[in-house]
């Protein structure tokens, strides 16, 4: 019982510092009867709970207001069905932990994004994507989830049943708390990688060529700049040409340890942000390195930032940038990080940001403790034109007409949390200027 649990008091701060919180109540369970016990006592008591999972949310969805709860002793791989090519972690599983898991079954995810620090509850609860025309977001690749409601109850969803699975497929912890998680794998696979420096102009006219030719493909715009840096990667039979250490160290101190220099910079001379967007265009790494999947997918982060993040459909993609461009040109923002352009599938979910349509994503980031309001306002209104939806994991300007507005099934999404968390548990105030 919560009486003779072994709690802590402490605070909360998610990676970027952005979002912060003290006065708390730790819970770390090792159990879902553990999990099950704290929910219910909570539910009875009418206080409430947010899992933190690795804290990389830029948004407020994860920051909790009373009780904390961490999954990090619930890891690790539960089984595997070698024959359904199906893998079932606990959902505190970090997402780095995932590839040589599946590996020594000779298995792999579909996808996977850029950042590889994320559980698999935060990741799957807020959409986490890779890039993609034909691939989806890790959400899209579960096939059976394990959670426990508001009221303490496990309960186990196959995809597909009815409309939970729909409502789980992005669900930002609203409906109770994943803990386990079953994944459709794929046999494992090697890709080959390659980072280029492609010009504006080029990006315009063969953007759709270049994301159905490729596997993967994404682009980083440098504010202001006609020189983009362009990624892609292809299926190759094994890896044969790994990259060196000197290569990966070398990769790592550009877009890290010199970044984050410049960056330093800029936040104390604003008006350095334009050279620095202009160096950084023209000395991104470029080259080819081969290796198994998910040595290729992740890349390191040091630098901090804030991030928003927006999905339009596919097609207006070219459309986008080019206004992008027309603007920033004049450089009227203090900004120097690049503008991240990536591509994915549409997925049905209820609160899916592609509502079942191809879609471009456009994330803008500011380095942080630099001033980012008049930017990322901007950005807002300018997505806004293309019919855009936000990453919801990540800073938005979200309302609750929007959310009737741009999500369909989200009356349908309410009426699933009503009954999956009637004590409303998982709300914070932050949820419940939007939900309720």
């Known amino acids: ?72 002793q619930m890891r690790g791989l539960v089984s595997v069905d070698m024959k359904q090519q199906q893998a079932t972690f606990w959902a505190g599983t ?37 890039t993609g025309l034909k691939l989806s977001s890790i959400s899209n690749q579960v096939v059976k989830w394990g959670i426990i409601d ?45 980072s280029e420096h492609i010009s504006l102009l080029d990006t315009l006219m063969n953007a759709s060529t270049i994301m159905n030719e490729h596997r993967h493909a994404e682009w980083f715009y440098f504010p202001g700049q006609e020189k983009l840096q362009l990624k892609t990667m292809d299926l190759i039979p094994k890896p044969e040409m790994k990259s060196s250490k000197f290569q990966k160290w070398t990769d790592d101190f550009m877009e890290n340890t010199v970044f984050q220099l410049l960056s330093r910079g800029c936040r104390v001379m604003p008006k350095a942000t334009k050279y620095v967007s202009k160096l950084s265009a023209s000395a991104v790494p470029t080259g080819v390195k081969e290796a198994y999947s998910y040595d290729i ?12 993040e927006y999905a339009i459909p596919v097609e207006r993609f070219e459309e986008a940038l080019e206004e992008i461009h027309y603007v ?39 380095y942080k403790g630099m001033d980012h309001e008049s930017y990322f306002k901007w950005a807002h209104q300018t997505m806004e034109k293309y019919g855009a ?47 309720l």
């Open 150 to 194: 508001g009221k303490g109850v496990y309960r186990e969803i196959t995809r597909g049943q009815d409309d939970l699975s729909e409502a789980l497929h992005i669900s930002l912890g609203l409906l109770g708390v994943v803990v386990q998680v079953t994944f459709q794998a794929l046999p494992l696979y090697a890709l080959r990688y390659s």
């Open 328 to 366: 920033l040109k004049s450089q009227p923002f203090r900004v120097h990080f690049p503008i991240e352009i990536r591509v994915a599938s549409g997925e049905a979910g209820f609160l899916s940001p592609t509502q079942g349509k191809n879609s471009a994503f456009f994330a803008f980031h500011m």
């Open 389 to 435: 939806r936000p990453h919801l994991g990540k800073m938005n300007r979200l309302t609750k007409e929007d959310l009737y507005t741009k999500y369909p099934h989200f009356e349908s999404f309410t009426k699933i949390r009503d009954e999956f968390d009637p004590a409303n548990v998982f709300m914070t105030n932050y949820f419940k200027q939007l939900f």
């Open 297 to 308: 997918f992740p890349s390191p982060r040091k630098v901090k930032f804030l991030e928003m």
């Open 1 to 72: 019982m919560l009486s003779v649990e072994k709690l802590r008091t402490g605070t909360y701060s998610n990676w970027s510092q952005n979002e912060v919180a003290s006065n708390l109540l730790f819970h770390e369970p090792k159990s879902i009867d553990e999990i099950s016990t704290i929910i219910h006592s909570l539910h009875m008591k009418e206080e409430n709970l947010r899992v933190v999972g690795a804290a990389h949310s830029f948004s407020p969805i994860a920051k909790p207001e009373q009780h904390a709860m961490s999954l990090h």
């Open 94 to 130: 970090y997402l780095h932990e995932i590839g040589p898991k599946l590996a020594s079954y000779g298995m792999a995810l579909e996808n996977m994004g850029d950042i590889a620090e994320q559980t698999i509850a935060g990741a799957i609860s807020t959409g986490t994507h890779g």
